[in-house]
Nanobody, 123 residues
């Protein structure tokens, strides 16, 4: 499966943004989906994941209650809805797909990665 993340840009603190992860070559329904981010000078961070069935989602504490991961099987696209954005959310965001049913915060479990999209939160 090939993944293409999009939707990044500049947003003010407190604002909202939705990232998309369009898949091609295979159905996203066959994979667990993860969103990761990497801020300048920091390690890559797992922030959200969804099981292959879509029945369970998990979030990093840093984004819990502000971000939401979802998937639209008809469009073969995953999303990351981000609300109440903070300056510290500034990072390059990546979507990834793992050929397994369960969620994982370990990037090594994800075989397919999209190119990142930059999110900048600044006034």
């Amino acid at each position: 499966v090939q993944l293409q993340a999009s939707g990044g840009g500049l947003v003010q603190p407190g604002g909202s943004m939705r990232l998309s992860c369009a898949a091609s070559g295979s159905a996203l329904d066959y994979y667990a989906i993860g969103w990761f981010r990497q801020a300048p000078g920091k390690e890559r961070e797992a922030i959200a994941c969804m099981t292959r069935s879509g029945g369970r989602t998990d979030y990093a504490d840093s984004v819990k209650a502000r971000f939401a991961i979802s998937r639209d099987s008809t469009k073969n696209t995953a999303y990351l809805e981000m609300n109440s954005l903070k300056v510290e959310d500034t990072a390059v965001y990546y979507c990834a797909a793992a050929p397994q049913p369960i969620c994982s915060g370990d990037g090594r479990n994800y075989r397919y990665w999209g190119r990142g999209t930059l999110v900048t939160v600044s006034s």
